[in-house]
C-alpha cells in the first residue's frame, strides 16, 4: 500500500519534470499528469484516510490546469517552504515589542 503510493509519488514527480523540460508536449503532459495525480490522491487516502488531506493536496491537482493555460511549469514553490521555515522559528516568541528584532 505504501510503496504503491511512494512509486505514485515518484511518477507525478518524473511527469512534472519531463513537462518542465519540455521533454513532451504540454497537453498530453497535462492529462498523464492529471491521471498520475488521480492515482496518487486515491493511494494517500487509502493509506492514510481523508482526514489526512490537506490544502497543498488540492492545490497540486491544479498544475495540469496550469501547464495548459501557462505552457510551462511554476516551479517557484520553494517560497513556501522557507515561509514555513520562518514561521516555525516565528511563532515561539512572546516579545512582540521589538517581535522582528527576537525572531532574526
Same mark, same amino acid.
Given at each position: 500500500?505504501?510503496?504503491?503510493?511512494?512509486?505514485?509519488?515518484?511518477?507525478? !514527480?518524473?511527469?512534472?519534470?519531463?513537462?518542465? !523540460?519540455?521533454?513532451?508536449?504540454?497537453?498530453?503532459?497535462?492529462?498523464?499528469?492529471?491521471?498520475?495525480?488521480?492515482?496518487?490522491?486515491?493511494?494517500?487516502?487509502?493509506?492514510?484516510?481523508?482526514?489526512?488531506?490537506?490544502?497543498?493536496?488540492?492545490?497540486?491537482?491544479?498544475?495540469? !490546469?496550469?501547464?495548459?493555460?501557462?505552457?510551462?511549469?511554476?516551479?517557484?514553490?520553494?517560497?513556501? !517552504?522557507?515561509?514555513?521555515?520562518?514561521?516555525?522559528?516565528?511563532?515561539?516568541?512572546?516579545?512582540?515589542?521589538?517581535?522582528?528584532?527576537?525572531?532574526?
Amino acid at each position: 500500500m505504501f510503496s504503491g503510493k511512494f512509486q505514485a509519488g515518484g511518477g507525478v !514527480r518524473d511527469l512534472v519534470l519531463i513537462a518542465k !523540460r519540455g521533454e513532451v508536449e504540454v497537453r498530453h503532459a497535462s492529462v498523464e499528469l492529471q491521471r498520475a495525480l488521480e492515482v496518487y490522491m486515491q493511494l494517500h487516502q487509502h493509506a492514510y484516510g481523508t482526514d489526512h488531506i490537506k490544502p497543498k493536496h488540492h492545490w497540486m491537482m491544479d498544475i495540469p !490546469r496550469q501547464l495548459v493555460r501557462d505552457g510551462y511549469v511554476l516551479d517557484a514553490f520553494v517560497i513556501e !517552504r522557507t515561509h514555513q521555515v520562518v514561521k516555525g522559528i516565528a511563532q515561539h516568541i512572546d516579545n512582540t515589542q521589538w517581535y522582528e528584532r527576537s525572531v532574526l
